[in-house]
């Protein structure tokens, strides 16, 4: 069974930065993509980027173009999340999943825990 374990989440103020990691128990390689999905309380799960198995290919929610950046280190089976100029409306849990490349949550066959980060303005 794959496990996925997020990391780095926190309470930061808008404007600060984080950077989430997500360590696979399995090769990333075995993942044609892997990809980062948040919820906020009441609302729906929603896609925030995609990395494709090598990491030359990533796909980033409107959202978050500009201030998010997804990458992956391959030898270390871990998928990176850097979030900078972090707003409230960013505060939600964050979930690694690992799959097919993919903005839909269902392509993806594994998920792990979830990582809360919240923004303070």
């Known amino acids: 069974q794959v496990q996925l374990i997020e990391s780095g989440g926190g309470l930061v103020q808008a404007g600060d930065s984080l950077r989430l990691s997500c360590a696979a128990s399995?090769?990333?390689?075995?993942?044609?993509?892997m990809a980062w999905f948040r919820q906020a309380p009441g609302k729906d799960r929603e896609f925030v980027a995609a990395?494709?198995?090598?990491?030359?290919?990533?796909d980033v929610a409107d959202s978050v173009k500009g201030r998010f950046t997804i990458s992956r280190d391959n030898d270390e089976n871990t998928l990176y999340l850097q979030m900078n100029t972090l707003k409230p409306d960013d505060t939600a849990v964050y979930y690694c999943?690992?799959?097919?490349?993919?903005?839909?949550?269902?392509?993806?066959?594994?998920w792990g825990q979830g990582t809360q980060v919240t923004v303070s303005s």
């Open positions: 990395s494709e198995r090598h990491g030359v290919y990533s």
């Open positions: 999943a690992a799959g097919s490349y993919s903005t839909r949550d269902s392509d993806y066959n594994y």
């Open positions: 399995s090769p990333t390689l075995n993942f044609p993509g």
